[in-house]
């Protein structure tokens, strides 16, 4: 984890949470959830502790807004007579809930998890670049093979085997001979 944003109602409490957070390169803090959402329209996260309430809301509205933009993992620190509630709320949401008083071994605990998190959701956001690109690359050969099939006068099965010898012959991608084919064909 490399930076984190504090969103607490004072510096004090901003300041005991930061002690809590050894090792993080880059903390910031601010105060109120209109000064937090002003700072990320210039800056971005890897986590966000927002010790709640805050002066200007509760804090759960702008943890939900955090959590939406899957920019960086969420804790909220609340009550303990909402912890119950609040957290069955938020869960779906993803966001990590721990109560008051904050206990060093819990929050630590909480932080650990949220970098699990985030390292398991990087992993799954590569994953699903990888696949809309593969989709894309049929999207692309399938209409080159449409092509091939209108103005060749090819079977789906001879556009096929086309594109894939052409691609071996020529050592590039099947999307590359594609491109080419649709260059061609296109304008």
């Known amino acids: ?13 901003a300041e005991q949470i930061r ?5 993080i390169e880059r903390a910031a803090s601010v105060t109120t959830a209109g000064e937090a959402r002003r700072l990320l329209t210039a800056s971005e996260f890897d986590m966000f502790v927002i010790n ?4 200007d809301e509760r804090g759960d509205g702008l943890a939900k807004r955090l959590a939406e933009r899957l920019s960086g993992e969420v804790i909220l620190i609340v009550k303990d007579e909402i912890f119950m509630e609040t957290s069955e709320k938020l869960a779906e949401y993803g966001i990590l809930t721990v109560s008051k008083p904050l206990n060093r071994t819990t929050f630590w605990g909480a932080v650990k998890l949220a970098e699990a998190s985030r390292a398991r959701f990087a992993i799954i956001r590569r994953e699903n670049l990888k696949l809309q690109q593969k ?6 050969i399938d209409r080159a093979k449409c092509l091939l099939i209108a103005n060749m006068k090819m079977t789906e099965p001879e556009a096929h085997k086309y594109i894939e010898r052409q691609a071996m012959d020529m050592r590039v991608s099947r999307r590359g001979i594609a491109e080419t084919i649709l260059r061609t064909y296109e304008m």
């Open 19 to 23: 002690a809590m957070l050894p090792g």
């Open 1 to 13: 984890m490399d930076s984190v944003l504090i969103i607490s109602p004072t510096e004090k409490s």
């Open 135 to 140: 989709i894309e690359d049929i999207r692309v």
């Open 52 to 55: 709640a309430p805050l002066a």
